[in-house]
């Protein structure tokens, strides 16, 4: 009954209820663009989405990419120059952001300083004339959600950056939103702080089930955590979009591959491909690897066809430089990141890539020293040949 | 550690370190001022000490019309400056519009003219023959002015307002430049109107400023002299022009004396709270 109510405060000027079947979110072909003749600039092309209800959806790419673009449409704070934004079937491209019922949860908490905790929660419900008596019950029970309860006394610069972003979702929930904006909300925070937010942001958001979540941000780990299906962008395009598991395991581009978990795409020629498994050849071996449906618009695996073997750092194993089905290669650098040790090779049979791979532990490596480079069995996944990051 | 401790007792205090002598850089600058500020203040409270001044002058009937006309006119200007000044710094700040850059630098250049100006334009435009009453008289036919503000408090308010509304707009436009955009993106995105968002999130944050530029107002109004003196309206006599007519049209110094000194309270009392106001607003 509550979300029902919020929702027409939130769409209060639709006549209609919301359509069945249609999408929380719909972008239909929408486009940003700033300035006028030579000087515009697109911060959005022709951007397509659709979000069911209940479902996170991660806007993933690196800055200038339109993400934030996106997400400043949906929520109405920029106007579209093309396109139409839909919420629940209705047309909000024209509506200004008070009329849209969206909840939207910054990186920079933009809290209202001179107010409490309590009044900042309460904001969104006076602001759309809630009973008062429904104010105080609403206000605690959000912030209970996030653990915020024995603060409402509290200002926002009496609050450590994480407790100020726990309030900053709550006053965002308070309003009951269909729709949840969150734009980089964990970057700001430091990286212990930032892990505990995100376990939080997963407890959150199986307490909402109902709820569409936009979730943008330009850390992968983020997105594999949180969303369900993540958004790739680049150059204020939608590059692809697809569940978690099928962009890490089979990326469609070669962009994807190298943003999401940071691939190495090394130079093959197909062979012979039978079903989903193709011979390649790599320099100068011939390996086994996995050839997933091209990604729009790329052709077929023919024959003869250049394409980019993708495969993960941590896949590649580390052998002697004698092994006779491993590539011979030189450490350029080696890196210890606690976990892993990153190594950092030229590859002599392929002299345009340098090779990533993460070795476990903490390994020493001699930087100029001739190691042996396996590749798993399947080799890796076949990226069709297009732009990198 | 017996033996550490018995050479740390052995060991010799540092001497002391030479005593400065920098805090004599001070006197200069004190004397100086002692002599250039303090001096002709305690001059002026000494010459109106003279005689029965104070109650002479406490209560005569034109010192009291001067006070309670420079209050008044002190008061009106402010609140108008406030309200102008306001809806001006909104416009400039919120609602972008070509040229807005431009009309800013002209509220900064205004800052750097003399009052006395204003109120020469004044008399250009709004004045017996000015472009204005010209411009009605050729449209209505009239032959005397219609619009005869000027030489009235209310001319005197006007160009006040006009001089003193840019004091302030500045501060409250370097206010609402500190104001996150991100902050009125989410009231609007939870359901406040233009109006709401201004009144529950943006005014709070510039009260400090306005009562800031405000007490700035009051305390330059009070004592604002030029726009009064070329107005040259004949009823509008402030506690300033009250101090000229005294010391220097009819010689009464003792009687002159206590004005300014009713004066310096005054504006001493107001810079007081704007220097209260203004470390609170720079303390945030």
Same mark, same amino acid.
């Given at each position: 009954m509550a979300d029902t109510r919020v929702s027409q405060a939130g769409l209060r000027q639709r006549s209609a209820p919301a359509e069945p079947g249609s999408p929380a979110i719909l972008f239909d072909r929408v486009g940003v663009s700033y300035g006028r003749g030579r000087k515009q600039t697109h911060a959005l092309i022709d951007f397509n989405l659709r979000v069911a209800a209940g479902e996170t959806v991660a806007l993933l790419g690196p800055s200038g990419s339109g993400k934030s673009t996106a997400l400043n449409a949906l929520a109405g704070f920029v106007r579209p120059t093309s396109g139409r934004v839909r919420l629940a079937g209705h047309d909000v491209t024209d509506l200004p952001p008070a009329?849209?019922?969206?909840?939207?949860?910054?990186?920079?908490?933009?809290?209202?300083?001179?107010?409490?905790?309590?009044?900042?929660?309460?904001?969104?419900?006076?602001?759309?004339?809630?009973?008062?008596?429904?104010?105080?019950?609403?206000?605690?029970?959000?912030?209970?959600?996030?653990?915020?309860?024995?603060?409402?006394?509290?200002?926002?610069?009496?609050?450590?950056?994480?407790?100020?972003?726990?309030?900053?979702?709550?006053?965002?929930?308070?309003?009951?939103?269909?729709?949840?904006?969150?734009?980089?909300?964990?970057?700001?925070?430091?990286?212990?702080?930032?892990?505990?937010?995100?376990?939080?942001?997963?407890?959150?958001?199986?307490?909402?089930?109902?709820?569409?979540?936009?979730?943008?941000?330009?850390?992968?780990?983020?997105?594999?955590?949180?969303?369900?299906?993540?958004?790739?962008?680049?150059?204020?395009?939608?590059? =692809?979009?697809?569940?978690?598991?099928?962009?890490?395991?089979?990326?469609?581009?070669?962009?994807?591959a190298a943003f999401l978990g940071g691939a190495n795409l090394l130079p093959c020629t197909v062979g012979r491909v039978i079903g989903s498994s193709a011979l390649v050849t790599v320099g100068p071996r011939t390996?086994?690897?996995?050839?997933?449906?091209?990604?729009?618009?790329? =052709? =077929?695996?023919?024959?003869?066809?250049?394409?980019?073997?993708?495969?993960?750092?941590?896949?590649?194993?580390?052998?002697?430089?004698?092994?006779?089905?491993?590539?011979?290669?030189?450490?350029?650098?080696?890196?210890?990141?606690?976990?892993?040790?990153?190594?950092?090779?030229?590859?002599?049979?392929?002299?345009?890539?340098?090779?990533?791979?993460?070795?476990?532990?903490?390994?020493?490596?001699?930087?100029?020293?001739?190691?042996?480079?396996?590749?798993?069995?399947?080799?890796?996944?076949?990226?069709?040949?297009?732009?990198?990051? | 550690m017996t033996t550490v401790l018995d050479r740390d007792v052995t060991t010799p205090a540092d001497p002391a370190p030479p005593r400065s002598t920098a805090w004599l850089w001070v006197l200069p600058p004190l004397a100086l001022v002692l002599l250039v500020v303090l001096y002709p203040l305690l001059r002026v409270f000494w010459e109106s000490s003279t005689g029965n001044s104070w109650g002479d002058v406490l209560g005569s009937q034109v010192f009291r019309d001067a006070l309670w006309r420079t209050v008044a006119i002190a008061a009106t200007s402010t609140a108008g400056c406030l309200v102008l000044g306001t809806f001006l710094a909104i416009v400039l700040a919120f609602v972008p519009f070509p040229g807005s850059a431009l009309v800013g630098r002209l509220i900064d250049t205004v800052l750097a003219l003399p009052s006395f100006l204003i109120t020469l334009a004044f008399t250009f435009l709004y004045g017996s023959a000015g472009a204005v009453n010209a411009a009605i008289s050729a449209i209505t036919g009239s032959s005397s002015p219609l619009l005869d503000f000027l030489y009235t408090p209310a001319g005197v308010i006007t160009a006040e307002i006009t001089f003193f509304t840019p004091f302030v707009v500045r501060p409250l436009l370097a206010v609402f430049a500190l104001i996150p955009r991100a902050q009125l993106d989410v009231a609007a995105s939870l359901g406040a109107s233009p109006l709401t968002v201004l009144r529950s999130v943006i005014m709070p944050e510039a009260w400090p400023a306005l009562a800031a530029g405000g007490s700035l107002v009051l305390l330059l109004t009070l004592n604002e002299f030029g726009i009064v003196l070329f107005t040259g309206a004949k009823g509008v006599i402030t506690l300033p022009v009250l101090i000229y007519t005294r010391g220097i049209v009819t010689f009464d110094l003792p009687g002159a004396a206590v004005i300014a000194t009713v004066q310096v309270v005054l504006s001493l009392l107001l810079y007081g709270l704007y220097r209260v106001i203004f470390a609170r607003l720079t303390a945030r």
């Open positions: 009329r849209r019922g969206i909840g939207v949860v910054l990186q920079s908490y933009a809290l209202f300083p001179h107010m409490t905790v309590a009044d900042n929660v309460a904001f969104g419900l006076r602001a759309q004339r809630t009973p008062r008596h429904e104010i105080a019950p609403r206000v605690a029970e959000v912030l209970d959600m996030v653990g915020m309860s024995g603060y409402m006394k509290r200002l926002p610069r009496e609050l450590s950056g994480g407790q100020q972003q726990r309030v900053a979702i709550a006053r965002a929930l308070a309003i009951r939103p269909a729709v949840l904006l969150l734009d980089e909300p964990l970057a700001a925070l430091d990286a212990a702080l930032r892990q505990s937010m995100l376990a939080e942001l997963q407890l959150l958001k199986e307490a909402l089930p109902d709820t569409a979540m936009l979730y943008v941000t330009h850390d992968q780990a983020e997105a594999l955590a949180l969303a369900d299906r993540i958004v790739v962008m680049n150059d204020a395009r939608l590059m =692809d979009v697809d569940t978690a598991e099928n962009l890490w395991k089979r990326p469609p581009t070669s962009f994807t390996v086994n690897a996995e050839a997933p449906a091209p990604a729009l618009g790329h =052709d =077929d695996w023919g024959p003869g066809s250049a394409a980019l073997l993708c495969v993960r750092p941590h896949a590649l194993q580390i052998v002697s430089a004698r092994e006779k089905d491993a590539f011979s290669a030189t450490v350029n650098a080696a890196v210890w990141r606690g976990a892993v040790t990153r190594l950092v090779l030229s590859v002599q049979s392929l002299p345009d890539v340098l090779v990533d791979v993460d070795v476990p532990g903490h390994t020493p490596f001699e930087v100029g020293s001739v190691v042996g480079l396996r590749l798993p069995e399947p080799a890796g996944v076949l990226v069709s040949t297009g732009s990198t990051p | -």
